[in-house]
C-alpha cells in the first residue's frame, strides 16, 4: 500500500499539473486580448481583469499539490539537509501529522461551508463592476486543498516507506 497509493496519486497529481499549465496560455491571450483592445481600439473590456485575476489564482492554487510533489515548496534546510534519509523521513511524517494535516484539514473543513453558501447564493464579485461569479474560483481553491491533501498523503507514505525500509535492513 505504501508503493501503490504515492504512485496512483502522484500521476493523479502529474495530471492535473499537465491540465493546468494551459491556465498560463489563456490568461496570456486574455492580457494580451486586453492590451489590444485598449491600446489600439481603445476600448478596453470589463472582464478581463476579473478573468485574469480567476485563471491566475487556479493557476496558483491548483498547482501547490505538484509543488508538493516535485519538491518545490521553499525549505529551511540548514539542518535538514545534513540529516539521514531515515531522521528526514522522520521529521517529515511528524510535522505531516501535527502541522500539516491537522492545518489543511481546518481549512477544508472551513472551505466547504464557505464554498456551499457562495453557491447557494450565485455569489458575484462584488468589487467589479463586471460582478462575475465568484463561487466557480471557490471551488477551485477547495479542490486544490483537496489535492494539496492527496498528495500530502502520497508524502506521507513514501516517508514511511523509508522509515519502514531501514527498519527492515536494521533488523536484518
Known amino acids: 500500500?505504501?508503493?501503490i497509493i504515492p504512485r496512483v496519486i502522484d500521476s493523479l497529481t502529474g495530471r492535473i499539473a499537465e491540465l493546468v499549465k494551459w491556465i498560463v496560455l489563456l490568461l496570456a491571450l486574455v492580457n494580451?486580448?486586453?492590451v489590444v483592445m485598449r491600446y489600439v481600439?481603445?476600448?478596453p473590456t470589463v472582464w478581463a481583469y476579473d478573468v485574469s485575476y480567476m485563471l491566475g489564482g487556479s493557476f496558483f492554487v491548483l498547482g501547490i499539490g505538484y509543488a508538493l510533489l516535485t519538491k518545490a515548496h521553499v525549505r529551511v534546510d540548514?539542518?535538514?539537509v545534513h540529516?539521514?534519509?531515515?531522521t528526514r523521513a522522520l521529521a517529515d511524517v511528524?510535522?505531516?501529522?501535527f502541522l500539516f494535516f491537522p492545518a489543511f484539514s481546518v481549512l477544508l473543513y472551513k472551505l466547504v461551508p464557505?464554498?456551499?453558501?457562495s453557491w447557494e447564493r450565485k455569489e458575484k464579485a462584488s468589487g467589479s463592476f463586471w460582478l462575475p461569479p465568484i463561487y466557480p474560483l471557490k471551488t477551485i481553491i477547495l479542490i486544490a486543498v483537496v489535492l494539496l491533501l492527496l498528495q500530502g498523503v502520497s508524502e506521507l507514505c513514501k516517508d514511511l516507506k523509508v522509515l519502514t525500509a531501514k527498519k527492515e535492513e536494521t533488523a536484518e
Open 41 to 43: 481600439f481603445g476600448r
Open 1 to 3: 500500500m505504501l508503493t
Open 78 to 80: 540548514v539542518v535538514y
Open 114 to 117: 464557505w464554498v456551499i453558501r
Open 94 to 97: 511528524l510535522l505531516s501529522l
Open 83 to 86: 540529516w539521514s534519509q531515515k
Open 32 to 34: 494580451c486580448y486586453e
